[in-house]
């Protein structure tokens, strides 16, 4: 059931991204640098911590797009951490788990999911950095 359900939510997201225009939002690998001058500009910053072998990553990554590419998220800066690579600068961000989505505006934490793939959860989170 859970395999039908992450199937229905990324053919959700694949339709919703071909409906939409370019991605608006700016995508980039995570450092704690590019996290620190983002901050100081007081950007609102998405940190999508991810894995290459967790399904939960792999349903969310189409969400993700879909949403990054709405227009409301223009200054939205997308940060994509490895789970497995960069295990150092995630232990500083108390980040424990792959598939953690922090939200960020400014240097403030606003909120943190992990394992979420519900699409309108997800889209709420993003929406606090407007």
């Known amino acids: 059931m859970t395999q039908i359900r992450a199937f229905f939510a990324g053919l959700v ?36 911590v991810y894995a290459a072998w967790c399904s939960t990553c792999r349903t969310q990554k189409p969400i993700l797009a879909a949403l990054t590419a709405q227009p409301k998220y223009k200054n939205l800066l997308v940060l994509r951490a490895d789970f497995d690579k960069d295990k150092e600068v995630l232990k500083e961000l108390g980040v424990r788990s792959q598939s953690t989505l922090i939200v960020f505006k400014g240097d403030q934490e606003l909120v943190r999911s992990v394992g979420s793939t519900n699409a309108v959860a997800i889209e709420g989170l993003l929406d606090l950095t407007l």
Not at 42 to 48: A, Q, S
């Open 13 to 48: 997201a694949v339709l919703l991204v071909a409906s939409v225009p370019a991605s608006a939002a700016e995508t980039q690998p995570y450092s704690p640098e590019a996290l620190a001058e983002a901050q100081t500009a007081g950007k609102p910053i998405l940190v999508d």
